[in-house]
T-cell receptor
Framework: DAKTTQPPSMDCAEGRAANLPCNHS???????VYWYRQIHSQGPQYIIH???NNETNEMASLIITEDRKSSTLILPHATLRDTAVYYC??????????????FGTGTRLTIIP | EAQVTQNPRYLITVTGKKLTVTCSQN?????MSWYRQDPGLGLRQIYY???????DKGDVPEGYKVSRKEKRNFPLILESPSPNQTSLYFC?????????????FGPGTRLTVL
């Protein structure tokens, strides 16, 4: 699976959009970009995933560059409950094998009141 | 409600005293997995299971055992715990072959081995 690079920490004002970047310059054509977050030692929580098109769900939007070497997770109106460590993970899709997720160090996002 | 449950949530024990951490999911998922999380090392996979009676080692299996006798349950067994197994443990599950779907994680078990 491709390696990802994320800033170690970011702050965002409450109510503003939080934009979390992720570099994955060695991504392969069959690899997807996933985002999970972990709120203070709770179990990681899935947010969103995408291949090459931009994606949006009720939690966030995922913007993937045309060359797929980087992506941005957008939380449109950040709240204090969004304070968490956010992990960008790149991996192949369905393989009927070990579905292991490889978590890097992530970005610690702090929402400021 | 779709969920993964773990018990106990917190456990303090002594070296050598066998223990079991239970994991159960109610989503009929084939795939289940155990991770441990340690500061500076991230989440590392211990064991995984692709279905009943099918288990395999992850990245850090030493000192652990698992079993998968029923689809919903995937207990983690520490036959002789040691202090280096003090960690935060997570169980996870998902549909097999549907890795595009989200993987569900349990709330975690914080284990301290004295």
């Amino acid at each position: 699976d491709a390696k990802t690079t994320q800033p170690p920490s970011m702050d965002c004002a409450e109510g503003r959009a939080a934009n979390l970047p992720c570099n994955h310059s060695t991504i392969s054509g069959n690899e997807y970009v996933y985002w999970y977050r972990q709120i203070h030692s709770q179990g990681p929580q899935y947010i969103i995933h995408g291949l090459k098109n931009n994606e949006t769900n009720e939690m966030a939007s995922l913007i993937i560059t045309e060359d797929r070497k980087s992506s941005t997770l957008i939380l449109p109106h950040a709240t204090l409950r969004d304070t968490a460590v956010y992990y960008c993970i790149v991996r192949v899709g369905s393989n009927f094998g070990n579905e292991k997720l490889t978590f890097g160090t992530g970005t610690r996002l702090t929402i400021i009141p | 409600e779709a969920q993964v449950t773990q018990n106990p949530r917190y456990l303090i024990t002594v070296t050598g005293k066998k223990l079991t951490v239970t994991c159960s999911q109610n989503m009929n998922h084939e795939y289940m997995s155990w991770y441990r999380q340690d500061p500076g090392l991230g989440l590392r996979q211990i064991y995984y299971s692709m279905n009943v009676e099918v288990t395999d080692k992850g990245d850090v299996p030493e000192g652990y055992k698992v079993s998968r006798k029923e689809k919903r349950n995937f207990p983690l067994i520490l036959e002789s715990p040691s202090p280096n197994q003090t960690s935060l443990y997570f169980c996870a599950s998902s549909l097999l072959g549907r890795s595009l779907d989200e993987q569900f994680f349990g709330p975690g078990t914080r284990l301290t081995v004295l």
